[in-house]
């Protein structure tokens, strides 16, 4: 069983709509990378938070630490967001990432 | 600064056969590992390091060897290639994963696309 589950795994928006992606987590996870990964392409990291809430241009990122629980949210979502969200976990002394199985979001014009 | 440089991005081999995934970074990070990234799985750690001298099994490791001589390199070896072993290969690095006063941020290479027959 992953240890970092997100929802949904697929995702459908229309030009401009606020979008959410969910990851939740097991315990011993402290903190959790979101990357970004374009069709045939590679992987960007957007964030790491281990509390609250960042912020990058659209892109808002926040943990729930108790609730074990990040968001991932696209504000005004753009064709050009279509791509694959993904979170890692990991923490504690083990230098591992445990990463979810991503989330294909795909923003029509 | 090239960041994190991967290669082959493509390569063929037949089922037996040796091979070698190379990736070098030059942030000069303490942290690198390879993940290989199959469809409908996350990406899953095969090793890491976390300086030179250093490396540990991840999640996946069998069949694959690694060695880390130098900060900037961390080659991954495939002993005997397997078909089970055809996917796509990330190499990736950090100063370091867990953070108080930076980023933690994770750079990747562009990945390497391995087929065994």
């Known amino acids: 069983k992953n240890e970092v589950e997100q929802s949904p795994q697929n995702l459908t928006a229309q030009e401009g709509e606020f979008i959410t992606i969910n990851c939740s987590y097991s315990?011993?996870?402290?903190?959790l990378h979101w990357l970004q990964q374009h069709p045939g392409g590679g992987i960007v990291s957007l964030f790491m938070?281990?509390?609250g809430k960042k912020k990058h241009g659209r892109l808002i990122a926040t943990i729930n630490i108790q609730e074990k629980h990040s968001s991932l949210h696209i504000t005004a979502s753009h064709p050009r967001d279509s791509a694959v969200y993904i979170c890692?976990?990991?923490?504690?002394?083990?230098?591992?990432?445990?990463f979810g199985t991503g989330t294909l979001l795909a923003v029509q014009p | 600064n090239a960041g994190v440089t991967q290669t082959p991005k493509f390569q063929v081999l037949k089922t037996g056969q040796s091979m070698t995934l190379q990736c070098a970074q030059d942030m000069n990070h303490e942290y690198m590992s390879w993940y290989r990234q199959d469809p409908g799985m996350g990406l899953r750690l095969i090793h890491y390091s976390v300086g030179a001298g250093i490396t540990d099994q991840g999640e996946v490791p069998n069949g694959y060897n690694v060695s880390r001589s130098t900060t900037e390199d961390f080659p991954l070896r495939l002993l005997s290639a397997a078909p089970s072993q055809t996917s796509v290969y990330f190499c990736?690095?950090?100063?370091?994963?867990?953070?108080?006063?930076?980023?933690?941020?994770?750079?990747f290479g562009e990945g390497s696309r391995l087929t065994v027959l």
């Open positions: 315990v011993g996870i402290s903190a």
């Open positions: 990736a690095s950090s100063y370091s994963i867990w953070q108080g006063a930076n980023t933690g941020e994770l750079f």
């Open positions: 938070l281990s509390s």
């Open positions: 890692a976990g990991g923490g504690g002394a083990t230098n591992k990432l445990i």
